[in-house]
């Protein structure tokens, strides 16, 4: 497959809509982000890598957090996990209080603010130095590239404005579906979400999951096969919010999506694929990083389906 003619043949393809949608606001430090950026790469499970525009720039993460934050997780609770979060997409915004008061503290799916606020719960009932282990765990998903940092700027800028994520915290907490304080939960949850990543890193931390016959295995985080296959089905179906059906009508790959305007996505035993671009549409997910994707996986015929 002619990887670098395809991500040429995208880029000119998705300029007309450079123009279109919004950085996120609502996280006062991303707006300091040059929306017009754009960058891809595209990591075979071999290891050949073909990139496009900002790939090396770092940008915040945001929600793609979630996905690893649910490995490790998931291998530190097993499946009790399953009795506080739910598998289901959710059909609603990211941020949504709404069904998570009609469905009694118990959130959709760990890949919404609601269930990843649970996730971050487990990790701190687990783990002696959260922040440190996720750090190392994500640092290791790149082959100990200790160059990738929390952004503490962007996780206080995002906790002074953090006024919904607060009140998801509360509403779990009346529910009983978290044990430790709120603020220390809110404040793990932000730092996860203002990682700084590239793409390129990005491309790498999803080899692991793209290419689950080999093990998952980063000293104590440990899946099986089957766990990080169900890791990606939650990609699959709940990646992108109320956009999830649309993701998978377009592109047809397991992914998750960041505010920051990222998006990793997986064609499974073949390649991982980062694409960045700070304009989001109006479910919050980069409107060149969906057209890319899609244009992908029709050019190289190739999806998990
Ligand atoms: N930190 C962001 C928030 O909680 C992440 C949201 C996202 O990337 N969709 O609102």
Redesign the pocket.
């Known amino acids: 497959m002619n990887y670098t003619q395809i991500l040429n043949e995208i880029y000119q393809e998705i300029k007309p809509y450079s123009n279109v949608g919004e950085p996120?606001s609502?996280?006062p430090e991303l707006q300091k982000v040059n929306p017009d950026s754009y960058g891809i790469c595209l990591r075979t499970i071999r290891g050949a890598e073909y990139v496009m525009g900002d790939s090396d720039e770092r940008f915040s993460i945001?929600?793609?957090s979630k996905v690893f934050s649910l490995a490790m997780g998931f291998c530190l609770e097993g499946e009790t996990l399953w009795k506080r979060i739910g598998v289901e997409p959710s059909g609603s915004a990211?941020?949504s209080v709404i069904q998570l008061e009609i469905e009694k503290g118990i959130p959709r799916n760990p890949l919404i603010?609601a269930g990843?606020l649970v996730v971050a719960d487990i990790l701190l009932s687990h783990l002696e130095h959260p922040e440190e282990e996720y750090l190392q765990f994500v640092r290791q998903l790149c082959g100990g590239n200790k160059q990738i940092k929390y952004n503490e700027s962007m996780a206080v800028s995002?906790r002074e404005h953090?006024y919904?994520?607060a009140a998801i915290a509360n509403m779990l907490k009346y529910h009983s579906n978290i044990q430790n304080d709120i603020e220390r939960v809110l404040r793990f949850?932000?730092r996860q979400?203002?990682l700084g990543m590239s793409c390129r890193e990005l491309a790498q931390a999803f080899i692991p999951f793209s290419n689950h016959t080999q093990p998952f295995k980063f000293d104590k985080i440990t899946l099986t096969a089957s766990q990080v296959k169900r890791i990606n089905a939650i990609m699959q179906t709940c990646g992108f919010?109320d956009e999830a059906g649309e993701f998978s009508y377009r592109v047809g790959l397991p992914g998750k999506?960041?505010?920051?305007g990222g998006i990793a996505a997986i064609c499974p035993r073949k390649y991982s694929v980062a694409v960045w671009s700070p304009r989001l549409n109006k479910k919050?997910n980069s409107v060149m990083g969906m057209k890319a994707l899609e244009l992908l996986t029709t050019k190289t015929e190739v999806s998990i389906f």
Do not use: D, R, T
């Open positions: 996120a609502y996280i945001q929600s793609i990211f941020n603010n990843a995002e953090g919904l994520n949850y932000f979400c203002s919010y999506s960041g505010v920051g919050g």
